[in-house]
């Protein structure tokens, strides 16, 4: 997971030389491509969007700062009483090569972010879920069932009340623990699995169980439970509680 990170610093250090940065960055996007080609989306999804809002950020903050730099007056309207100044200086030095390095590198991690985004809704397209059983008034917590092949892995979750700022994140307030897992089979439904987990763990008398099934190889851990979490997450909002699962 961590070869294809970048680290948070990487346009400041170690040092700031543009080709340096140009081959670091292409370094890591060949990396996430790899793992996109996988079809591994997290923590690489995730990972670019960070890097892509940090260079923004850095970006509005240095055109600040030039803003704020003294000008030299060129002229006047006499009509308006509008100044003309002179146009800002562009920056040179190690501030000219970070400015440099942000041009290039933002629309690249537009670009690597959109494949991953788009990646993302072909995968969930291929994603069925719906509640298992009854659900309880209040579903903030239960089991997740996903299902790969003939097995079921078994998740409780619960919903945090601490959120990430972004809306978007939400769902990573969703905080699963793995149970373990079941074959599935004319025996073995998901309201069987459900009924055996109720018996065996009482401290949920009436859980909230959502029951996952992908018809496209994903890796479990990267992406499948992920996105089972923000379909979660997104079905609680919602406060739905029709379309009940039995597969």
Not at 167 to 181: A, C, N
């Amino acid at each position: 997971m961590a070869q294809a990170q970048l680290p948070k610093d990487w346009i400041l250090l170690p040092a700031i030389d543009r080709e340096l940065k140009h081959y670091t960055l292409l370094a890591y996007l060949q990396r996430v491509r790899k793992r996109f080609a996988e079809r591994k989306l997290y923590p690489y999804l995730l990972d670019v969007a960070d890097h892509l809002n940090d260079l923004l950020e850095l970006q509005k903050r240095a055109e600040g700062l030039r803003a704020t730099m003294p000008r030299d007056i060129t002229g006047l309207d006499p009509r308006t009483g509008t100044v003309a100044y002179a146009p800002l200086p562009e920056p040179t030095g190690a501030l000219g090569v970070i400015d440099e390095v942000i041009d290039d590198a933002v629309p690249e991690l537009r670009d690597h972010l959109a494949q991953g985004s788009e990646l993302r809704e072909r995968i969930r397209e291929h994603i069925q879920f719906g509640p298992v059983g009854v659900l309880p008034l209040d579903p903030r917590a239960g089991y997740l069932l996903l299902r790969q092949g003939s097995e079921a892995r078994i998740y409780t979750y619960s919903v945090s009340l601490l959120r990430d700022a972004d809306v978007d994140l939400h769902w990573r307030s969703v905080v699963t623990h793995f149970v373990g897992s079941r074959p599935l089979g004319l025996r073995t439904t998901y309201e069987v699995i459900r009924a055996e987990l109720i018996a065996h763990r009482p401290h949920l008398p009436v859980p909230a169980t959502f029951g996952f099934e992908c018809d496209w190889e994903v890796p479990h851990i990267e992406t499948y439970l992920p996105l089972a979490k923000q379909l979660v997450h997104r079905f609680i909002a919602a406060d739905r509680s029709t379309d009940r699962f039995t597969g």
